[in-house]
C-alpha cells in the first residue's frame, strides 16, 4: 500500500510505498509515528511545518468489522500536542480501494484559496475550490457527489474549519451521503483548513486488492470474530441503544456532567435518555432508525437516525456525548432540539463536545441563560456567522473561560472534557490527565471497569491498562471492537497472523504495540512542551453532588504512571528545532 503526500505551497502529489517499519500500523498508531518521525513539534499547528495526516487501516478491505475508521491527526491548535481523531463513514474503505494508507498534506496554498484534493482511478489533483468557501459540511458533500459519484467518499471542513477555530473537526460522509461521521476534537479541522483544503473527494473505483499471507486462514479467522462479536453482550448493548445507552448508567454513579459540571445529576434526565431516543424513533417512524452502521460492513451497528415528528431525519448520529454536553450540561431537556444542536455542529464542522462544555462555560459568564435551547442555538449559528462572540465559543471552552474570567472551566491541556466527570468516575481524571490527546474519552472511557469508582484506589491502574487496550484498538479498529470480543482475545492473534505472516503466540503483541503508539504520542508532546496536569483545581476542591466527591487521586499516585516498569524504554524526545 502508499502514502500519498501532497505539498500545498508547490502544489505537487507523490505516492510511495509505505515504509517497512509502518507496515503494522494504521489510523492512531501511523498518525502517532508520522507525527513523530516528520513534525517539528514546537512549529505552529496552523501553520505551514505541521501535517495533516489522514490514515486508514492496514485490516480495512478484508471484510473485517470495525475496521473502516479512519484517523485525522497532526499538531493540535488546541492543546498545542499531538492529537488524533477518529471516524467512521465510507472514506476509510474508499482509500483502501486504492491502495492508500495514509495521506500525509504538509505547506499552504501562497494564493491562500481553497481546494479539493480528488483521487480516482486515473490519478490525483488538486482542484479549486472556492466555489464552496462558506458552505457547511452537508452542502460541500453533496454537491461534491453530484459531482463525482453518490458513492465517493467526501472528507470535508466547514465554516469552523475555514476559519481556523480551535473546536473544529473534520467530517466524513456516511454511507447515506450526509457528512454525519466526525473526526471532532483537538481542532483537526483548523489543521486541514490551514492546508487550504476544503475536502477531499475519493471516489468508488478503485481497484485495488489488499494481498495477506494466508486467506483461508483470514476467512475463518473472520468469521469466528464476527460471530463473537455478535453473541457478545457487549455489542449487544451497543446495538440496541448505542452510545445513548450510557447516559443512565453514568447518571447513576452522579458523573453525568449537569449545568456546567457543577452537578452530576439532572432532574430531567429521564426526558433525554436512550430508551426515550429508541422510542420517539419507533413512534415517529420515516427516515428514523434505532440502528445503523456507521462504516461499510460493520455487524455492531451502534448509529442511529433520529427524526423529527414528521419522521424526517434530523442527525444521525445522535450520540451520549454530544447528547449530554449540548443537553443536561446546559439544562436543555429537549432531544430534539439536542438533536438539531449536533446537526448545527455536524454542518459547521465543529466539535460538538467542545462546544457543549464552551456553552456551559458562557452559562456560568451570564451570556447564555441556562436552559435556553434557542439562544445556545443562535449562539451556535454565531460560530459559522464569525462574529466577535461566535468566534470566542468557536475557539474552545478554555478560551472561553479565560476572555470572560470564569474558572469552572473543564478542560486539561485546553481541551474540554466529555460526559464523564471525574469526580464521579475517579479514573477518568487519570484518562483525562494522562493521555497525551488531552480531556479525550475516547482515549479510555473507564465507567464500565468493574472497581469502586467512588474511591481512587485503582483508578491508576485501571485508566493506563485501558488507555494501552484503546492505542491497539484505535490503530486497527473501532474501539467498540474490544466490548464484542470480550476475552477471546486468540481472535485477534489467528487475525494478524493470517493477515500479516506474523508468528504471535498470545495477546502480548496487542500491549506492545498499544504502548509504542502512547509513547511515541507522549515523547512528541515533551518536545512540543505540553506534559501532563491536573484535573482543573476546583474539581479537587469542590464536591460534586449527589455524592460530594472530589478527585483526589494522591500526587504520588500520578508520579509512578509512568513507571519504566509498566511502559519499558521510551523512544528519545524528537528534535524540537
Known amino acids: ?98 491502495g492508500i494508507r495514509a495521506i500525509i498534506v504538509e505547506g499552504r496554498p501562497e494564493d491562500r484559496h481553497l481546494h479539493i484534493l480528488h483521487i480516482n482511478k486515473n490519478g490525483m489533483e488538486l482542484i479549486d475550490a472556492e466555489d464552496l468557501r462558506g458552505k457547511g459540511t452537508y452542502e460541500t458533500t453533496h454537491t461534491l457527489l453530484e459531482r463525482y459519484g453518490k458513492y465517493a467518499a467526501v472528507i470535508s471542513i466547514g465554516q469552523a474549519g475555514e476559519q481556523l477555530l480551535c473546536a473544529s473537526g473534520v467530517f466524513i460522509n456516511d454511507m447515506e451521503g450526509d457528512s454525519g461521521r466526525t473526526a471532532a476534537r483537538g481542532g483537526v479541522g483548523a489543521i486541514m483548513g490551514a492546508k487550504g483544503l476544503k475536502a477531499i473527494v475519493v471516489e468508488n473505483d478503485g481497484q485495488f486488492k489488499r494481498q495477506v499471507k494466508d486467506e483461508a486462514a483470514l476467512q475463518e479467522a473472520r468469521m469466528a ?18 452510545t445513548m445507552g450510557f447516559m443512565m448508567p453514568v447518571h447513576a454513579l452522579g ?41 461499510p460492513g460493520c455487524v455492531v451497528r451502534c448509529s442511529n437516525i433520529y427524526p423529527d415528528k414528521q419522521g424526517k431525519k434530523i442527525v444521525s448520529p445522535l450520540e451520549y456525548e454530544s447528547g449530554n454536553l449540548l443537553g443536561p450540561n ?16 455536524n454542518n459547521y464542522g465543529l466539535d460538538s463536545i467542545e462546544v457543549g462544555a464552551a456553552l456551559g462555560v458562557a452559562a456560568h459568564a451570564g451570556i447564555l441563560p441556562w436552559g435556553d435551547k434557542e439562544r445556545a442555538a443562535e449562539l451556535i449559528d454565531e460560530i459559522a456567522q464569525g462574529t466577535h462572540l461566535g468566534k470566542i465559543i468557536g475557539s474552545g471552552a478554555a ?25 464521579g468516575v475517579k479514573s477518568m481524571a487519570v484518562t483525562y490527565a494522562m493521555t497525551p490527546m488531552g480531556a479525550d474519552h475516547t482515549a479510555a472511557v473507564t465507567f464500565r471497569s468493574p472497581i469502586d469508582h467512588f474511591h481512587w484506589e485503582g483508578a491508576i491502574d485501571t485508566s493506563r491498562t485501558l488507555q494501552v487496550s484503546v492505542a491497539f484498538y484505535d490503530t486497527y479498529f473501532c474501539s467498540f471492537i474490544a466490548r464484542g470480543i470480550g476475552t477471546d482475545i486468540h481472535l485477534m492473534v489467528n487475525l494478524f497472523n493470517s493477515v500479516f505472516g506474523t508468528d504471535f503466540k498470545d495477546n502480548a503483541f496487542m500491549s506492545d504495540i498499544g504502548k509504542e503508539v502512547i509513547k511515541h504520542e507522549r515523547m512528541f508532546n515533551i518536545a512540543a512542551g505540553v506534559t ?43 528534535a524540537r528545532l
Request: glycine share 12%; aromatic share 8%.
Open 330 to 345: 446546559l439544562c436543555i431537556d429537549d432531544l430534539d432540539s439536542i438533536a438539531r444542536m449536533t446537526y448545527q455542529c
Open 532 to 574: 501532563e496536569e491536573w484535573v482543573p483545581e476546583w474539581m479537587r476542591h469542590e464536591p460534586l453532588m449527589p455524592h460530594g466527591r472530589v478527585s483526589d487521586i494522591p500526587e504520588s499516585e500520578y508520579a509512578r504512571y509512568w513507571d519504566i516498569d509498566f511502559w519499558g524504554e521510551f523512544p528519545s524526545v524528537p
Open 225 to 242: 470474530l464476527h460471530k463473537a462479536i455478535l453473541a457478545n453482550p457487549g455489542s449487544q448493548f451497543y446495538t440496541k441503544l448505542g
Open 255 to 295: 458523573a453525568m456532567p449537569a449545568k456546567g459540571f457543577t452537578d452530576g445529576n439532572y432532574k430531567n434526565v429521564e426526558l433525554v435518555n436512550g430508551d426515550v431516543l429508541l422510542a420517539n424513533i419507533a413512534e415517529r417512524g420515516g427516515e428514523g432508525k434505532p440502528t445503523h452502521a456507521c462504516m
Open 399 to 423: 478560551f472561553v473561560g479565560k476572555i470572560f474570567g470564569i474558572d469552572k472551566v473543564p478542560v486539561v491541556k485546553g481541551q474540554a472534557m466529555a460526559a464523564y466527570d471525574p469526580r
Open 1 to 98: 500500500m502508499n502514502l500519498v503526500r501532497v505539498n500545498m505551497t508547490k502544489g505537487t502529489i507523490v505516492t510511495e510505498l509505505v515504509p517497512e517499519k509502518y507496515k503494522l500500523l494504521g489510523n492512531r498508531g501511523l498518525v502517532a509515528h508520522i507525527a513523530y518521525d516528520e513534525i517539528m513539534p514546537t512549529c505552529n499547528p496552523i501553520g505551514p511545518r505541521n501535517k495533516l495526516i489522514v490514515a486508514s487501516s492496514p485490516m480495512e478491505g478484508l471484510g473485517v468489522s470495525c475496521a473502516g475508521r479512519i484517523s485525522v491527526g497532526g499538531k493540535s491548535p488546541l492543546t498545542g500536542g499531538i492529537k488524533e481523531a477518529n471516524s467512521g463513514g465510507v472514506a476509510g474503505a474508499r482509500l483502501a480501494s486504492h
